[in-house]
């Protein structure tokens, strides 16, 4: 009878495995199953890598290694309810589950590591979905948030506390800028810029400072980066403050220089997973080594085709070595694409398989075939923008939305041509990698606040609000206080909390001690726990009379500024309902600091998105455009002549076409003014590799050339501050002489393509336009240039 039991578990085992993971493809189901030793995952482009990774982290969490483990623990009874399973579709039992698994891994001992917070949300999300309180229990996080808390249990090690604050790439900026002034270094014959750059790179590579100026040689300009990244870590450890590359370089030191840690960590993460591992630097490939050990359990899902971030230190070699780092390493293939059509994988493919540093795959998919790739020549950038908005706006008009449509272009400048013709146009628009919410003034004040409450040690954000709003409180005064705190081995806030016991502090002690006074408080509160984080921050705003300090809250500036202020109280409390009990201003702040861009896109927001083809990784849209497909532009000029550059920028192409679901277009023009000269580019190379039976040409006949003394189209800076004039001026008289040639006047009903009927509600004249206020019955109120608007009366 045992035998027969175990003749059976050994037939039943999985197929009832292979039919609770049935949503997902054979190869899919490999990787999932796969869960002992070393694994490589190449995942194409669409290929659902995410649904892999929360697939395989559930069979660890359910089943454990039940699909290779041939251990029978299966009694009569559940071997009948499996059967039952499989032919009559019989939910299986718990206990029956139960007995199914072999050796189930605690969700805690499972670490997923992804780039982003929104691709870690997700991931959290949807094992939350899948697993209920289990996947909750899962650390799935970014590298640096995954950095930031082991730092935060065991930086004492390195001489941390557990309050240290993380800078941000303005704190970064600030800093250096006050390091090379130390050292008397003129900006323009080396600028901050070029310093920081220089030294994430050597914290990418794992280059201590003493490293650095010992490899600096004879060289006068390195050794000047060496003295300037040596005072800059100095100046960081004594404000007990870490920037970005820190969190990584300093948990590799942690772990290499303390093996109780370590074995801690090990023993801790008994299942690694690594999503996009194609974008991993040195440090990153380092510290994963060390969690996992020589023959851990580590996935590593990613795709070498899409390598496209070189730039900041990824690099690919850490894909393409990864049987050769682990020689036991088992590849699989994901090449199945779920998201696009037949025709734009198969241009995807086309371009991508002139790299030659790629390990191989080819994408497919059971979508349709779908339209050809429209290809654009146009005169111009201007005429550029006329035909993608046009594109759109009948597309709307024909019934998708704004969302649908995506604009990836190579760099952010390409961006000025589009945004004026949209805002003449009234097309609703974001640009992602703009100004960002936490980087606006109001916004990086109030952090500054939240941070020095947190960690009073924070020299750079306590010198950003000691005089927001005005103290009265000067550098000299500062820097004397700077001082004193270096002769005393203390923080500047203790020497501020202090002012009346220093004889140079003594004129202005009182301001000083106010200041300290008030910040105490703030400190008390926050360290007694019994107020929530919003009426800490309330509190804040209250006592400093910042919202007064900015203004008259008539002005519209001021109300946008107070309308932030506001939003980040909705953040702080969002943030706390979130995290309930393990809220704290701790956690707070660390989430803010390690935000990034992609991280606040909304795709809920009914608005065409534009942004670069490197923000647009991870991202998907029905219709994508990819204005400036140039040589000289993309490629870039530098790139053409670097075989190496030019893969990555062909890995890049590669990115960008994938990202289209349904409609690509790739345009071009004949000529384009960058950085303020007129170049006339070929078609890109990356254009040309795409077969041509894949492809739809159009080109611009012509194109309305202004005649000569017309004024030019206004900067969309201007059309802004205008149509705000307008909604303040609503019926403004205007000259005779304008209305008569007005086409359009107050009150007129008229009808526009995409956004429907409305009413004209103001006519601002404007250049050689006017800017038309309309009230649209279904879209809402839009400002539109009357000569881009199209449209009709009603």
């Given at each position: ?253 942690l772990l290499q220089e303390n093996p109780d840690v370590l074995e801690h960590f090990q023993k801790k993460f008994r299942y690694i997973m690594v999503d996009e591992y194609q974008d991993t630097d040195h440090a990153q490939y380092v510290l994963i080594k060390l969690l996992a050990g020589t023959d851990g359990n580590l996935c590593v899902v990613g795709d070498d085709d899409q390598s496209i971030y070189k730039f900041r230190g990824a690099t690919i070699e850490n894909i393409l070595s990864f049987e ?85 272009y190579r760099m952010n400048t390409q961006s000025s041509a589009l945004e004026k013709n949209f805002v003449k146009s009234g097309i609703p628009y974001r640009i992602i990698g703009g100004l960002r919410f936490y980087e606006r003034k109001e916004i990086r004040d109030m952090i500054a606040y939240l941070s020095v409450i947190n960690n009073a040690s924070d020299e750079m954000r306590l010198r950003r609000i000691i005089n927001q709003p005005k103290r009265s409180i000067g550098d000299k005064t500062l ?316």
């Amino acid at each position: 009878m045992v035998s027969l039991l175990s003749e059976a578990s050994l037939q039943l085992r999985r197929q009832v495995l292979e039919k609770e993971f049935s949503r997902i493809n054979d190869r899919q189901r490999e990787a999932v199953f796969t869960v002992n030793g070393p694994l490589l995952v190449l995942a194409g482009a669409g290929s659902g890598k995410t649904t892999v990774l929360v697939n395989r982290i559930a069979n660890l969490i359910r089943y454990g290694s039940a699909y290779q483990d041939t251990a029978s623990q299966l009694s009569e009874q559940d071997i009948a309810d499996m059967q039952e399973y499989l032919h009559h579709d019989t939910p299986l039992s718990e206990i029956t589950r139960s007995h199914l698994a072999v050796s189930p891994v605690a969700p805690w001992h499972i670490l997923a590591i992804t780039f982003t917070n929104k691709a870690a949300g997700e991931l959290k999300q949807r094992l939350a979905n899948m697993l209920g309180e289990a996947g909750s229990q899962v650390w799935a996080s970014t590298f640096h948030s995954s950095c930031a808390r082991i730092l935060r249990q065991f930086g004492d090690r390195l001489d941390y506390s557990t309050h240290f604050t993380i800078y941000d790439s303005d704190d970064s900026k600030r800093l250096m800028k006050n390091c090379l002034k130390e050292l008397g270094v003129d900006e323009k014959i080396l600028s901050c810029k070029v310093v920081l750059n220089e030294i994430s790179r050597a914290k990418d590579t794992l280059t201590t400072p003493k490293a650095y100026q010992q490899a600096a040689g004879d060289d006068n300009r390195t050794a000047t980066i060496a003295r300037a990244y040596q005072m800059y870590q100095q100046h960081l450890k004594e404000a007990d403050a870490m920037d970005f590359d820190d969190l990584i370089s300093c948990t590799v030191q942690l772990l290499q220089e303390n093996p109780d840690v370590l074995e801690h960590f090990q023993k801790k993460f008994r299942y690694i997973m690594v999503d996009e591992y194609q974008d991993t630097d040195h440090a990153q490939y380092v510290l994963i080594k060390l969690l996992a050990g020589t023959d851990g359990n580590l996935c590593v899902v990613g795709d070498d085709d899409q390598s496209i971030y070189k730039f900041r230190g990824a690099t690919i070699e850490n894909i393409l070595s990864f049987e050769k780092t682990f020689p036991t390493a088992k590849t699989i293939r994901l090449e199945q694409n779920y998201r696009s059509t037949q025709t734009i994988l198969n241009a995807a493919n086309a371009v991508i398989s002139n790299n030659k540093e790629r390990k191989g795959k080819t994408l497919w998919t059971k979508n349709p075939v779908g339209s050809k790739i429209q290809t654009h020549t146009a005169i111009n950038e201007q005429d550029e923008a006329d035909y993608i908005g046009k594109q759109i706006l009948e597309g709307v008009a024909d019934g998708r939305k704004f969302s649908d449509y995506a604009i990836l272009y190579r760099m952010n400048t390409q961006s000025s041509a589009l945004e004026k013709n949209f805002v003449k146009s009234g097309i609703p628009y974001r640009i992602i990698g703009g100004l960002r919410f936490y980087e606006r003034k109001e916004i990086r004040d109030m952090i500054a606040y939240l941070s020095v409450i947190n960690n009073a040690s924070d020299e750079m954000r306590l010198r950003r609000i000691i005089n927001q709003p005005k103290r009265s409180i000067g550098d000299k005064t500062l820097a004397a206080a700077s001082q004193i705190a270096d002769q005393l081995g203390e923080s500047v806030f203790y020497v501020i909390d202090h002012a009346n016991e220093f004889e140079p502090l003594k004129r202005t002690a009182p301001k000083l001690l106010q200041f300290a006074h008030i910040m105490r408080g703030f400190m008390d509160m926050n360290e007694s726990g019994s107020h929530t984080l919003k009426e800490l921050y309330d509190k804040v705003l209250e006592d400093t009379n910042y919202i007064a300090s900015l203004g008259n809250p008539a002005n519209l500036e001021v109300q946008d500024r107070i309308s932030n202020l506001r939003q980040l109280e909705s953040n702080i409390q969002q943030y706390e309902e979130e995290n309930g009990e393990l809220a704290s201003l701790d956690g707070f702040l660390q989430e803010v600091s390690l935000m990034t861009d992609i991280d606040n896109y909304d795709d809920k927001a009914d608005t065409v998105v534009m942004m670069t083809m490197h923000s647009a990784k991870g991202l998907e849209f029905p219709v994508v455009f990819l204005p400036g497909f140039e040589d000289g532009i993309f490629p870039g000029v530098q790139a053409i002549y670097s075989p190496e550059q030019l893969e990555e920028e062909r890995r890049l192409a590669y990115v960008a076409i994938t990202r289209a679901r349904e409609q690509l277009y790739i345009l071009n023009a004949q000529s384009r003014m960058i950085f303020g000269s007129t170049n006339r580019n070929r078609p890109s190379r990356f254009l040309q590799e795409i077969p041509e039976e894949l492809m739809e040409h159009t080109a611009a006949r012509s194109w309305k050339q202004p005649k000569p003394g017309t004024a030019l189209p206004v900067s969309s800076k201007e059309v802004r501050e205008a149509a705000m004039e307008s909604a303040l001026h609503f019926g403004a008289p205007q000259s005779a002489q304008a209305h008569k040639a007005l086409q359009f006047r107050p009150g007129d009903q008229v009808e526009h393509r995409a956004f429907g009927k409305g009413m004209v509600l103001s006519v601002t004249p404007m250049g050689n336009d006017h800017l038309l206020e309309i009230a649209f019955e279904s879209k809402g109120t839009k400002r539109i240039m009357a000569n881009f608007a199209h449209l009709k009366r009603a």
